[in-house]
T-cell receptor, first 111, second 115 residues
Framework: TQLLEQSPQFLSIQEGENLTVYCNSS?????LQWYRQEPGEGPVLLVT?????EVKKLKRLTFQFGDARKDSSLHITAAQPGDTGLYLC???????????FGTGTQLKVEL | DAGVIQSPRHEVTEMGQEVTLRCKPI?????LFWYRQTMMRGLELLIY????????DSGMPEDRFSAKMPNASFSTLKIQPSEPRDSAVYFC?????????????FGPGTRLTVT
């Protein structure tokens, strides 16, 4: 059973465009993370959000944790080819250290 | 830090053969995770260890899969006998507890092809 659904599944845009990726669940998460994975490599942690309603910015990337801690979004401003990759959200439930990954969003940014 | 180290990076084997994947976690991290990634099923947790002890192996597909962590700096994932459907990228990750929770760091993965 997949607890975290991401949308869209695929996204192909032109350089300079803005985009938003969504991560939704019916479960409450104690914290939620976003990873980016490039071909031939493992996922790399981008950010962790812990508090409901929290917003974090990482250069052109803005991450938001939903008030109810069931969902999250990733917004990229002025996308660049270097942003291309698989974006994964992942959440922790309760006090454990078992991470549940989302279905993934494959982003391609073209010149 | 060297990060999580996995070997081999690529493995091609014939059906029925034994396959052993290796992982060295980040020094000081006390949790280790084995994942499998495929196009169809995405990233799946197979098993994880806390302080070298297996905590949850509910993701291990079947008895052909086994994992060990003999010490804090080494873990193996073994498949015996291997089958074509085991073809996937296998990732090892390690983490340590922080004030608010955990952060996992992934290795580069081992791409396994079973023919």
């Amino acid at each position: 059973t997949q607890l975290l659904e991401q949308s869209p599944q695929f996204l192909s845009i032109q350089e300079g465009e803005n985009l938003t990726v969504y991560c939704n669940s019916s479960s409450v998460f104690s914290s939620l993370q976003w990873y980016r994975q490039e071909p031939g490599e493992g996922p790399v942690l981008l950010v962790t959000v812990v508090t409901g309603g929290e917003v974090k910015k990482l250069k052109r990337l803005t991450f938001q944790f939903g008030d109810a801690r069931k969902d999250s979004s990733l917004h990229i401003t002025a996308a660049q080819p270097g942003d291309t990759g698989l974006y994964l959200c992942a959440g922790y439930t309760g006090g454990g250290n078992k991470l549940t990954f989302g279905t993934g969003t494959q982003l391609k940014v073209e010149l | 830090d060297a990060g999580v180290i996995q070997s081999p990076r690529h493995e091609v084997t014939e059906m029925g053969q034994e396959v052993t994947l290796r992982c060295k976690p980040i020094s000081g991290h006390n949790s280790l995770f084995w994942y499998r990634q495929t196009m169809m099923r995405g990233l799946e947790l197979l098993i994880y260890f806390n302080n070298n002890v297996p905590i949850d192996d509910s993701g291990m597909p079947e008895d052909r899969f086994s994992a060990k962590m003999p010490n804090a700096s080494f873990s193996t994932l073994k498949i015996q006998p291997s089958e074509p459907r085991d073809s996937a990228v296998y990732f090892c990750a390690s983490s340590t507890r922080l004030a608010w929770g955990y952060e996992q760091y992934f290795g580069p993965g081992t791409r396994l092809t079973v023919t």
